[in-house]
């Protein structure tokens, strides 16, 4: 399979959970490549390397409590950076309160919010669906990820377009 | 003579009116009567219009009043000499009160016309009722002095009473919070120590089980590798003792590694490079010559084991916290129902911080803990001092700085401050922070009642020790509490 320059980051600073998080999401790593950080200023760093290199980042899975910062204060602040608008964020909490959730949603435009413990079923999932609409709104050839991501949409996605290109 | 002629009414009313009375019955000119009352007759009653008038020969009528409430109250007393209806029958106004006779009397009662006459006749008789009459005005303007002083001392202690009752009222109030916020941790403390011993059963059978895991899995990869020609066991225990890389330097290996074997997926080889460079060296002597599809094939098999290893050891690291975390809920919600036992206070002070570790994430804990006795506290209460004092102290740094716990003893104390990095207390609230129901947090914290520090203050009381606050020179504000040894 066709390694693409999405990359996948999840930001944890309880390696035990991050193991568990990384694990979980490894089917997709053949196409999305993985990235981890253990804190908010490793996942700043993570990112500034990565945007340099030219890659992109289409999915953020950040835990809400961090050593030194919290989860929804660096979605934002990540949202802040332009190269940052379409990727898709994931907050994993054990305990963000309502507050701080709606905030997330509405100045980071968080997309998916989820609760630990979490099951593997679900965390692929929401990251398959995520990726896909990531995929569908910035990439031009779409079809290398039908394979691994929801092919449905994706075609559906692709008849779409070639309609519009036709007319 | 004349400015004393009142007092002598005033000394013996009774002489004047026996006289009056003489003079009354003597004359021919007066149509008078005497009349006699039995207890409880009425002379006049309350808004009644009062033709005649009364003078008091005999008995006690007592003057009485409706209130606007309908009650009935007694204005006065008047005693033999005095007039009976005198204001209304002057004034031609309803009678103000209802005269009753409290004991048999006997009354002269006269008629506007007689009493006119007696006033204006020239003799003796004129002057008495001139006695009489100013004698009964200095009577009841004595009364109405003495009724204002009463008055006065009855505001007055009515007053106090109110003043007493409001503070009482107040007590009770905060007597009543508190108790409600005492509850409230008791069903917590309680709630707390169920959920700990629940959860204690599947924890303790997790450890078990993953210790069991531990003792099995090196005898199944020995089965499966019986000449250790595949390493497996090697690599299990690589897992099991992960030292995780710094994370840039395993990104250049991955770099590294992934130029190498491009035909590797990069999941694959973000695990393997997450090894020990002796490790990456072992690795690439087992791999080196080998074709593409057999090298995938064992590096999967390492993996597998090396994964199996240490996700057994967070397995394990994992039910290890689970079972810390429910035996210092146990220990700090003990259900100790109120009784003293000899306890550490360090031991409090951790499983309260371990508690609170959520909290304290992004707060650096600096322990300074010297040996001290053990003292007789009541461990559940303690918890909630340190629990109350450290809440405050992440309140104020909003949860980032600096927390410096220290203890110490002397002959008499044992000593704990707890110093944090933020603002400090300011001097206009300094003196008001242990009262009930101070509190400088909003609506949205979760015991924001303002009754943390005065109850924390109440609790140390009870152990005959003390809580003193201060803002240190360094910055923040530092709580110590002294707990007698």
Redesign the interface.
Known sequence: ME?SDIFILCIEDE??VL??VV?DL?KL??QF??E???SAE?ARQVVEKLISDGKKIGLIVCDH??????GVELLIELHKDETLHSSRKVLLTG?AGL?DTVRALNEARLHHYIAKPWTREELLEVAVKLLTDFVIEEEENILPFMATLDAEKISESIRTRRSISDE | MILNFAKNWLQDPSRITSQIAKYLEASKAFDVEVLEFDKDDVFFNEGDFNESVFILLEGTVQLSKKTPRGRNITVDWLRPGAFVGLISFVTGEPVLTTAVAASPCKAIKMKEKDFLELQRSRDEAAQLAQQLIIGNLIDRYHHVVSVHVELESINDTLERERNHLREALKQLEETQHRLISQEKMATLGQLVAGIAHEINNPAAAMLRASDNLLEYLPEIIHKADPDQGHHYDKFFRLGLQRVLRDSDQQREKLKEWEKEYPDLPRSLLRKVTSMSDDALTFIKEQIGDKPNASRRSELESMILFYESGYFLRNLQSSTKRIGEIVSSLKSYSRQDKGKYEKADLRDGLNDTLLLLSNRLKKVDVILNFSDIPPIDIITGEINQVWTNIIINACDAMEDRGELVISCGHDDRYVWVSIKDSGPGIPSSVMSEIFKPNFTTKQQNTSFGLGLGLSISQQILQKHGGKIRVSNPEEGGAEFKIYLPV
């Open positions: 390694r390696q035990e193991d568990a694990r490894e790593e053949e490549p993985i981890t950080a253990n490793e409590i961090l050593p030194g910062d919290n305990q507050d």
